[in-house]
């Protein structure tokens, strides 16, 4: 492996810590801000408190937020009460990593590369707190948005400007005329705004021509779960399984395979 390899691989790292960050404390402070709040509220976002060990409150040092490294060092229990610390961290900070070196794989160290890592990491941390809370926060799912617009706009990706700013518009719109069409019927709400927002992000990355597949892998593979949870009885307390992980596993799939290509595969007309 290559020493640009190896450096996307230890920024993918970091970062991963941080996707950890945003996982455990966004959606706290998301539900803080619903909350009133006095002078004497203790201050909660993503840098203060401290990282601290949640089961003794310790807080942790240097030593002990290294990503991986410390996890194997200390045998993935807490360095001062041996409480056990969860997979998920390590495997955030992986997945991350394998993200940000593939990114680099592809496109070398360019804008392009920075971007779609930036996508890629973006829509692990959106479907990890959505799995969790069924939250798609605005915080995440917003720049998203914008980002997309900005890398057309600027060339860093191939996608045309036009492709981007209509890919969110009907992102948006589809999704929003769906699940108010499927209230209206069943009186039920079936999906959240977050989605919505989420799709108008990918609709900005991948174009418009990217929807239709992406919604039909994501409820196609969202149902194959369901049903499979719903069969081992695993289905979460809810008996809800959010679709923000699955619309980001697809948006992930064609950003890397290519729509066109991908429809084309299938027999669909080129356009
Ligand atoms: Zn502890």
């Known amino acids: ?131 969790q809370t069924t939250l798609l926060p605005d915080a995440l799912t917003q720049p998203l948005l914008w980002l997309g617009l900005i890398a057309s706009a600027d060339q860093w990706v191939a996608l045309p400007l036009t492709q981007a700013v209509w890919g969110a518009v009907w992102g948006y719109g589809a999704l929003w005329s769906i699940a108010t069409a499927f209230e209206r019927i069943t009186g039920k709400q079936g999906m959240g705004g977050g989605d919505f927002k989420l799709l108008a992000a990918l609709g900005a990355w991948l174009g418009p021509f990217a929807l239709i597949p992406l919604v039909i892998l994501a409820s196609f593979t969202g149902a194959i779960v369901g049903l499979s949870l719903q069969w081992r009885h695993r289905l979460p307390a809810n008996g809800y399984v959010p679709f923000g992980p699955f619309l980001a596993a697809a948006g992930a799939f064609l950003a890397w395979e290519n729509p066109a290509q991908f429809m084309q595969s299938l027999g669909w007309p080129a356009f």
């Open 1 to 131: 492996m290559n020493l640009n390899l190896w450096l996307a691989f230890g920024v993918g790292l970091i970062l991963g810590s941080f996707v950890n960050v945003l996982v455990h404390r966004l959606p706290r402070m998301v539900m803080a801000s619903f909350e009133p709040s006095n002078d004497d509220t203790p201050r909660f976002d993503l840098c203060l408190p401290a990282s601290h060990c949640p089961h003794c409150h310790t807080p942790l040092q240097i030593k002990h937020l290294l990503p991986v490294l410390s996890f194997v060092w200390l045998k993935g229990r807490c360095g001062f009460c041996k409480y056990p610390i969860g997979w998920q961290y390590p495997t955030v900070e992986l997945l991350t990593a394998l993200i940000w070196t593939a990114c680099a794989w592809r496109w070398g160290l360019t804008s392009t590369a920075l971007c779609w890592a930036l996508f890629g990491t973006s829509l692990l941390a959106l479907s990890l707190i959505d799995w």
